[in-house]
C-alpha cells in the first residue's frame, strides 16, 4: 500500500513569508509526528497528533510554527514570518497507534530552504 | 552532553567488513529505535528494541538496559549499506522520543 507522502518535497520562500507543509499518512494510521532535521543532525522532535488532537507540541520552537490535522489523517505544518534558520527538512512519521509500541513510518521529507 | 550519543559519527570500510556502530544514552527508555537514512532523507526502520537482540537478514541489533548502550551489527557489509544510521530513543517519562545525530557509513567496492 502507499507510504507516507510529504509535499512539496522542496520549497524555497524567502525571508518573513509564509509557508505550509503537507502530510500524508498512512491510511489508517492515528498517530502522526513532525520532525525537523537540519543538516549534520539527527531528526528533532517538533509535534505528535493522535487523532485530530495535538497529543504533545512540547517540540514547536515558537509561536511562529503550527500545525493542524482537522480530519485525523492529512496534517499540515504551518510556519509564518520564517527566517533563515528554519531552513531544514521536515519529516513526517505516521504509526497505527500512539507511543513506543508501534513502528513509525517515515514520509521522504520537505526541504525547506529560506533565502 | 547529548541524551543519545552515536560513535563512531563517521565510517568507511571495506566491502565484507564486519560493522559496529554503537548508541549510548542517559535517560530512562522504554524502548530504542534503529533508523537507516540513505541520501535524499528517505527513514526507514530497522529495529525497535526494548531488550535483548534481534536480528534481521545481515543485521543485527542489541540492547543492554543496565549500561543504557546499544548496538547495530553489520555481517558482509555492501556498498548498499552505505547510509546514515540513526539511533532514537523513547523516554520513559513522557514517551518522547530523542534521535541521535547519526552514523554515516560508507562501504567502498
Known amino acids: 500500500g502507499a507510504g507516507v507522502s510529504q509535499t512539496p518535497s522542496n520549497k524555497v520562500t524567502e525571508k518573513g513569508k509564509y509557508v505550509e507543509l503537507r502530510c500524508d499518512p498512512i491510511?489508517?494510521?492515528?498517530?502522526l509526528y513532525w520532525y525537523r532535521q537540519s543538516l549534520g543532525q539527527g531528526p528533532e522532535f517538533l509535534i505528535y497528533?493522535?487523532?485530530?488532537?495535538?497529543?504533545?507540541d512540547s517540540g514547536l520552537p515558537n509561536d511562529r510554527f503550527f500545525a493542524v490535522r482537522p480530519e485525523g489523517s492529512v496534517s499540515t505544518l504551518k510556519i509564518q514570518r520564517t527566517e533563515r534558520g528554519d531552513s531544514a527538512v521536515y519529516l513526517c512519521?505516521?504509526?497505527?497507534?500512539?507511543?513506543?509500541?508501534?513502528?513509525?513510518?517515515f514520509g521522504p521529507g520537505t526541504r525547506l530552504t529560506v533565502t | 552532553k547529548n541524551e543519545v550519543e552515536q560513535s563512531p559519527q563517521n565510517l568507511t570500510a571495506q566491502e565484507g567488513e564486519f560493522i559496529t556502530i554503537n548508541c549510548s544514552y542517559s535517560v530512562g527508555i522504554s524502548a530504542l529505535h534503529w533508523l537507516q537514512q540513505h541520501p535524499g532523507g528517505g527513514i526507514v526502520s530497522l529495529f525497535m528494541l526494548s531488550s535483548g537482540k534481534k536480528k534481521h537478514g545481515r543485521l543485527i541489533a542489541t540492547i543492554n538496559i543496565q549500561e543504557k548502550h546499544s548496538s547495530l551489527h553489520i555481517t558482509a557489509s555492501h556498498p548498499r549499506d552505505s547510509a546514515v544510521y540513526i539511533c532514537a530513543v523513547f523516554m520513559n517519562r513522557d514517551d518522547k522520543i530523542i534521535f541521535g545525530k547519526g552514523t554515516r557509513l560508507h562501504i567502498l567496492p
Open positions: 512519521a505516521s504509526s497505527l497507534r500512539g507511543g513506543q509500541a508501534y513502528e513509525q513510518y
Open positions: 497528533f493522535q487523532g485530530t488532537g495535538a497529543a504533545d
Open positions: 491510511s489508517g494510521h492515528t498517530a
